[in-house]
Antibody
Framework: QITLKESGPTLVKPTQTVTLTCRVSGFSLSTNGVSVGWIRQPPGKALEWLAF???????RYSPSLKSRLTISKDTSKNQVVLTMTNMDPVDTATYYC??????????WGQGTLVTVSS | QSALTQPASVSGSPGQSITISCTGT?????????VSWYQQHPGKAPKLMIYEVSKRPSGVSNRFSGSKSGNTASLTISGLQAEDEADYYCCSYVGSGTSFGGGTKLTVL
């Protein structure tokens, strides 16, 4: 079955760069039509799409965060990595990765809470 | 891209039907049949309930249905049950990515 699991630091300081890893199983990151997206959710607030990467390595980013985000994948390791630079307390959120086909997110990881605080 | 607009809250009694709207623009909801809906219970990851406007993933109750008219998509839940109480989010393809709505809290009275 398809599963995804996020990992990364739970606490980062303002201005630091955070690297989040999404390890996937049950599908290949090179399967035609598949993409993996990152979505975040600040405590008590709405979901916000951040980025996704297609099976063919094409990438898309949220316009408002594009300058701070980099998404990549390692097919051999079954993982997708998201880096976000210049972290700020407003970036405190649960970060989810999700499997997508056709721009809907059918499978989600459990999420990882990243807190930005000095 | 702006977030899609959803009502902050809706409520209904068990057995009733409710509808949650999701209003976008001609650049997103109105231009693509790529609207999806997610249910999220407290402390849990979102769950896909509807994709491509009106399709239900395997395992999702047929009490959940989706539709679209112009720039507004809708999620209807019929025969409300206590377990339906949750937050609901719409999402649309916007040409260069996806965008989520602000979320709607459904209360089952």
């Amino acid at each position: 079955q398809i599963t995804l699991k996020e990992s990364g630091p739970t606490l980062v300081k303002p201005t630091q760069t955070v690297t989040l890893t999404c390890r996937v199983s049950g599908f290949s990151l090179s399967t035609n039509g598949v993409s993996v997206g990152w979505i975040r959710q600040p405590p008590g607030k709405a979901l916000e799409w951040l980025a996704f990467i297609y099976w063919n390595d094409d990438k898309r980013y949220s316009p408002s965060l594009k300058s701070r985000l980099t998404i990549s994948k390692d097919t051999s390791k079954n993982q997708v990595v998201l880096t976000m630079t210049n972290m700020d307390p407003v970036d405190t959120a649960t970060y989810y990765c999700a499997h997508s086909r056709g721009y809907s997110y059918g499978y989600w990881g459990q999420g990882t809470l990243v807190t930005v605080s000095s | 891209q702006s977030a899609l607009t959803q009502p902050a809250s809706v409520s209904g009694s068990p057995g009733q039907s409710i509808t949650i709207s999701c209003t976008g623009t001609s650049s997103d909801v109105g231009n693509y049949d790529l609207v999806s809906w997610y249910q999220q219970h407290p402390g849990k990851a979102p769950k896909l309930m509807i994709y491509e406007v009106s399709k239900r993933p395997s395992g999702v109750s047929n009490r959940f249905s989706g539709s679209k008219s112009g720039n507004t998509a809708s999620l209807t839940i019929s025969g409300l049950q206590a377990e339906d109480e949750a937050d609901y989010y719409c999402c649309s393809y916007v040409g260069s990515g996806t965008s989520f709505g602000g979320g709607t809290k459904l209360t089952v009275l």
